[in-house]
């Protein structure tokens, strides 16, 4: 195997395999923060990266993107059907609790002279 080729699979192994986190992500803390565009977009152009390395009989490439295929859309499948836990929001806050209203539970007023 040339070095030609050698850095062709390491590089493709490298963002292949940087898709890996997000579904880590998701399967710990839910999709939310993932937009299906985002993911359809991916999705399209890693598709023509396939078929643009199938064009040039270059392995790397075709590999590499076949991979990514699977991987994004697994992330696209775990988003459907993988809710937020509780307690995950997207600004990272924690979720307010929405089981009473302030009317129901009032608070007593405090007045300091």
Same mark, same amino acid.
């Given at each position: &195997?040339?070095?030609?080729?050698?850095?062709? *699979?390491?590089?493709?192994?490298?963002?292949? *395999?940087?898709?890996?986190?997000? %579904?880590?992500?998701?399967?710990?803390? @839910? @999709?939310?923060?993932?937009?299906? #565009?985002?993911?359809?977009?991916?999705l399209?152009?890693?598709?023509?990266?396939?078929?643009?390395?199938?064009l %040039?009989?270059?392995?790397?490439?075709?590999?590499?993107? #076949?991979?990514?295929?699977?991987?994004? #859309? $697994?992330?696209?499948? &775990?988003?459907?059907?993988? #809710?937020?836990?509780?307690g995950? $929001?997207?600004?990272?806050? +924690?979720?307010?609790d $929405?089981?009473?209203?302030?009317?129901?539970? +009032?608070?007593? &007023?405090?007045?300091?002279?």
């Amino acid at each position: &195997m040339s070095l030609l080729n050698n850095i062709g *699979f390491v590089a493709a192994a490298c963002t292949t *395999f940087s898709f890996i986190p997000q %579904l880590t992500k998701i399967r710990k803390q @839910g @999709g939310r923060d993932l937009s299906y #565009a985002m993911l359809s977009l991916y999705l399209g152009g890693v598709i023509l990266w396939l078929v643009y390395g199938i064009l %040039l009989h270059a392995t790397a490439v075709i590999v590499a993107n #076949a991979v990514s295929i699977l991987l994004v #859309a $697994t992330a696209i499948v &775990m988003k459907a059907i993988i #809710a937020s836990p509780p307690g995950v $929001t997207l600004e990272g806050d +924690p979720p307010h609790d $929405t089981s009473h209203s302030e009317s129901e539970n +009032p608070r007593p &007023m405090v007045i300091q002279s």
